[in-house]
Structure formats: structure tokens, C-alpha cells
């Protein structure tokens, strides 16, 4: 089937730092990409979707100028949190969707962030 | 974006079938259904998806009641490794993104 990949799987970073997240489909290219985050014990919460070439579009509540999302290829999607503080620490997913397919999405494995 | 019920958690034994409920009564006709699992700290993984038939595939089988207000996800011998949180999400098609509610939490014992 096909895949997504996340890097880095886990970082920690001070409270200030930018950290980029990066999300590749491997293996297809990916029109639409989207980033959740799922917070302990909770369900995924969409935070943004991402067209190739475009800007991307954010849920309501979630800070487009925090969350940098660039989706510049059809392989690869990069989500930047700016100034990170501790309350971002969160586990961060993303998903893509293959050009012209209308079954299903992939997941990447997830990224967890701990900012200290 | 019509929602899905499903009970908080359910428990089965190992190798035995297990069959999670899933109600949609407000699904439109040009919904589909589908099932993902999310094992701990994983991303979720598809399961299986359908419109108006049954659907078999090596990992599940569902179940589509004629009126599609309800499915039911069949998993036929449950192993240690199906122990897993499972969305039934309702979509038009990938082009949409998700709405995760808080699933079924499936504890196996052995």
C-alpha cells in the first residue's frame, strides 16, 4: 500500500525554538495533505489542509502564523511550529491523499514534540 | 459532516470474532464509511471502507445495513495485535480531511 513517512518521530525542544516537521508520501503524490494532532488520551483534531502550490487552510482556534504549513511539492509537506511553548507539545500527524484517488488516506506515523 | 456513535471500548478474547458497532443516521447518500485503527502512539491505519455493500479484505470485513445508518466492522479472530482505538469516520472521499471522533477502544485478553 501506500506510504507516508514523518521526520523527525520525536524531538524535544526548549521553549522559543522553531521546530520543522516533514511528511513525505513515498511512494504517490499526494494532491492534499493534512495535519492533526492528537493531545494524550484524546482524538485527532485537524489543524490545517494543504493543496500543493497553494496556501494552505487552517481550522478554526489554530494560529496560521504558529503553525507554518508548506506543501511545495506533491511529495512533501513541512509543518513549522514557531516559538514553541509547552503547550504545543502534542503528538503531530499527517495524511495524504493520491492524486485522482477517491477511497482513502494514509498516515504518517506521527511525530511527538515535547517542548520543554 | 454527518457524525458516527460508537461505544467508548469493548473487550474480546483472543481469536474470537469481534464485531464493532457503528451508528450514522444522518449519512447522506454520497457518504462512505470508513474504518481506521490507531494503535498506541501510532498514526491511524486504514481498515476498511464502503458505500452501500458488504466489503471483505484481508484484515476485516463490514457490514453495511440496507438502510446505511449503521455498520458494523467484523474482525474474524481477534489477535493481541488488533488492540487498537477504531474510528468509524463517514466521507465523501480522500479529498476530505477526517473527522476522528473518539472511537471504540478494543481491549484483547488472552
Known amino acids: 500500500g501506500a506510504v507516508v513517512s514523518q521526520h523527525p518521530s520525536w524531538v524535544i525542544c526548549k521553549s522559543g525554538t522553531s521546530v520543522k516537521i516533514e511528511c513525505r508520501s513515498l511512494?504517490?503524490?499526494?494532491?492534499?495533505m493534512f495535519w492533526y494532532r492528537q493531545f494524550p488520551k484524546q482524538s485527532l483534531m485537524l489543524m490545517a489542509t494543504s493543496n500543493e502550490g497553494s496556501k494552505a487552510t487552517y481550522e478554526q482556534g489554530v494560529e496560521k502564523d504558529k503553525f507554518l504549513i508548506n506543501h511545495a511539492s506533491l511529495t512533501l509537506s513541512t509543518l513549522t511550529v514557531t516559538s514553541a511553548h509547552p503547550e504545543d507539545s502534542s503528538f503531530y500527524i499527517c495524511s495524504a491523499s493520491a492524486a485522482g484517488a477517491t477511497d482513502t488516506q494514509y498516515f504518517g506515523p506521527g511525530t511527538r514534540l515535547t517542548v520543554l | 459532516d454527518a457524525k458516527t456513535t460508537q461505544p467508548n471500548s469493548m473487550e474480546s478474547n483472543e481469536e474470537e470474532p469481534v464485531h464493532l458497532p457503528c451508528n450514522h443516521s444522518t449519512i447522506s447518500g454520497t457518504d462512505y464509511i470508513h474504518w481506521y485503527r490507531q494503535l498506541p502512539s501510532q498514526g491511524p491505519e486504514y481498515v476498511i471502507h464502503g458505500l452501500t455493500s458488504n466489503v471483505n479484505n484481508r484484515m476485516a470485513s463490514l457490514a453495511i445495513a440496507e438502510d446505511r445508518k449503521s455498520s458494523t466492522l467484523i474482525l474474524h479472530r481477534a489477535t493481541l495485535r488488533d488492540a487498537a482505538v477504531y474510528y468509524c469516520?463517514?466521507?465523501?472521499?480522500?479529498?476530505?480531511?477526517?473527522?476522528f471522533g473518539k472511537g471504540t477502544s478494543l481491549l484483547v485478553t488472552p
Open positions: 469516520i463517514l466521507s465523501r472521499n480522500s479529498g476530505y480531511a477526517l473527522n
Open positions: 511512494d504517490f503524490q499526494a494532491t492534499t
